[in-house]
């Protein structure tokens, strides 16, 4: 099994996991749209690339898929968000949509180290996110309090919703999903 093939089959699951863990039908909306365009979506090649925020991969263990992405995530590529200019130091981000070409879709995992932030920010496109692994506090759903977060759980942002997230005392991992007004081609 290629790469691809692998991170697809996890992606599949993950979005499976999302629409029955969905706590609004706008979850569901989203990660259903991602699943029926991850199956058939085209391949696009790219070189791994690890960051050194990723030094923390064996923390990441409390379920079955974080173990499942911790085996997986060195065959990745990996780039410092844009967001916060530390080099991926501290945060990182492995962008699906530039792996696997989904037309009106951006996808993505998130990677914070423990005891770090996710800068506050917003964008047009409306957006989900699925926990993978780490507790993590969580602004969103256009609420101005953090909330505790466990994995498995699903969270949602309206377009414009201002986010950031806190991870815990653990590496937190985040699927994310933005499709809607405002998502690149």
């Known amino acids: 099994m290629s790469t691809h093939d692998v991170l697809r089959s996890w992606l599949t699951d993950a979005a499976d996991s999302a629409i029955e863990l969905a706590a609004r039908h706008e979850i569901s909306e989203g ?13 696009i090649p790219y070189e791994p ?29 990996w780039i410092p968000s844009h967001r916060w200019d530390d080099e991926g130091q501290d945060r990182a981000l492995c962008v699906l949509s530039d792996m696997f070409d989904m037309p009106g879709i951006e996808a993505g995992i998130m990677y914070v180290d423990q005891g770090c932030t996710y800068p506050l920010h917003n964008h047009p496109p409306q957006e989900l996110y699925l926990t993978v692994s780490g507790t993590a506090r969580w602004r969103f759903g256009g609420a101005e309090e953090l909330v505790e977060m466990q994995p498995n759980m699903t969270l949602y942002n309206r377009p414009s919703d201002f986010h950031t997230v806190e991870a815990g005392e653990t590496p937190l991992v985040a ?11």
Do not use: C, H
Request: no cysteine; aromatic share 8%; hydrophobic share 50%.
């Open 31 to 43: 990660a259903d749209r991602f699943r029926t365009a991850i199956e058939t979506a085209a391949a």
């Open 49 to 77: 690339q690890m960051l050194p925020v990723l030094r923390n991969l064996s923390r990441v263990t409390n379920s079955e898929r974080a173990l499942k992405f911790a085996e997986l995530a060195p065959s990745l590529r």
């Open 175 to 185: 699927m994310y999903i933005l499709w809607g007004a405002g998502v690149r081609s």
